[in-house]
Nanobody, 122 residues
Framework: QVQLVESGGGLVQAGGSLRLSCAASGRTFSSSVMGWFRQAPGKEREFVAAVSRSGVVTKYADSVKGRFTISRDNAKNTVYLQMNSLKPEDTAVYYC???????????????WGQGTQVTVSS
């Protein structure tokens, strides 16, 4: 059984930074592609970033490229999302996701966290 628990969300002013963390239980973390998605009110859930099993390869949505950085620590079963230069349009619930057998090219998550709220004020 895999459980993903996000933390680090909150309220921040535009231009500020936040760091999200996602702690994963289970034995498959190091063999899984990990990613972050987000869902704003009234919108569909969208891909934000993904990191390969080794942590070497990353992928970002165009809207966050150059501002967000995804990383992982396989020894701690944790994936991170460093968010800089935040904008009001980044406001959303952010979800951690785990894809056991997939590819960083197109994640198809097998597991989801409960989400953490990020609110960016203007």
């Amino acid at each position: 059984q895999v459980q993903l628990v996000e933390s680090g969300g909150g309220l921040v002013q535009a231009g500020g930074s936040l760091r999200l963390s996602c702690a994963a239980s289970g034995r498959t973390f190091s063999s899984s592609v990990m990613g972050w998605f987000r869902q704003a009110p009234g919108k569909e859930r969208e891909f934000v970033a993904a990191v390969s099993r080794s942590g070497v390869v990353t992928k970002y949505a165009d809207s966050v490229k150059g501002r967000f950085t995804i990383s992982r620590d396989n020894a701690k079963n944790t994936v991170y999302l460093q968010m800089n230069s935040l904008k009001p349009e980044d406001t959303a619930v952010y979800y951690c996701a785990q894809d056991d057998g997939g590819s960083i090219v197109a994640m198809s998550p097998d597991y989801w966290g409960q989400g953490t709220q990020v609110t960016v004020s203007s």
